[in-house]
């Protein structure tokens, strides 16, 4: 018996750049009758689903967190109405996406789905800065964690054990997070490497040591990562 459901992909974009996204990404949103994406997807990669019903489902940090579930109930409204629904994710749907949200609600209501994996932020950042996360003799771990939580809930002040750290949706955050750092006794020196609107047309690096992110950072109202190790440390030979 034929489903009544359309079938659902939940798609990594990437970091921002339209032509980062996968091959697989970019032709199930060619054939996609509706997308709904997140507020960070830009109208570059929209132009890939141009053929598409588009839904704006963007949610920025510090909202309610009722607004997942009205997120929820559109995916499911959709798959009742289309053949083929994606959900556009930024980055990777699997890290920080609230995938397992939204992966739950779909297996209670038992619609089919696949998930599309993306580039994480953390190596887009790492390929344009062109500072590895791991070095050898140096770095040889790597932690990718936020210190965001959903309103109501208690902030995670702990700091992750590896050589290299990457804090997503660094902004403020970053700056306690290194004030944090600092009282643990990491060394003032630290490299640190802040980038925002990884891979898009303003990207803005800035290269400063951990007493100085602690200080707080500048920067606009993009996405922000910010970077911390040894393995940031710039080479002698780059400029």
């Known amino acids: 018996m034929p489903s009544l459901h359309g079938k659902v992909y939940l798609i990594g974009a990437g970091p921002g750049a339209a032509d980062l996204i996968t091959v697989r990404g970019a032709r199930i949103l060619a054939q996609a009758d509706v997308v709904l994406y997140d507020a960070l997807i830009t109208p570059e990669m929209l132009q890939l689903c141009s053929q598409a019903v588009q839904i704006s489902v963007g949610k920025r940090s510090g909202q309610r967190s009722a607004a997942q579930d009205d997120i929820n109930h559109q995916i499911l409204s959709c798959a009742a109405q289309y053949k083929t629904v994606v959900r ?89 997070t290194a004030q944090r750092m600092l009282s643990n006794g990491f060394p003032d020196d630290l490299p640190v490497v802040v980038i925002e609107n990884c891979s898009r047309s303003d990207e803005q690096q800035q290269f400063l040591n951990l007493a100085k992110l602690a200080l707080g950072i500048e920067t606009r109202n993009g996405p922000v990562l910010v970077m911390m190790g040894e393995a940031m440390r710039l080479r002698p030979n780059k400029k």
């Open 88 to 176: 556009l994710k930024g980055g990777d749907p699997m890290l920080f996406g609230r995938a397992d949200e939204e992966l739950n609600a779909l297996e209670a209501a038992n619609i089919d789905y696949e998930i599309v994996p993306g580039i994480t932020t953390a190596l887009a950042a790492a390929a344009s800065t062109r500072q590895p996360l791991t070095k050898r003799g140096i770095a040889r771990s790597v932690a990718l964690f936020t210190s965001s939580t959903a309103p109501g809930e208690k902030a995670d002040t702990r700091i992750p054990e590896c050589d290299t750290l990457v804090q997503y949706m660094g902004g403020k955050e970053a700056m306690l």
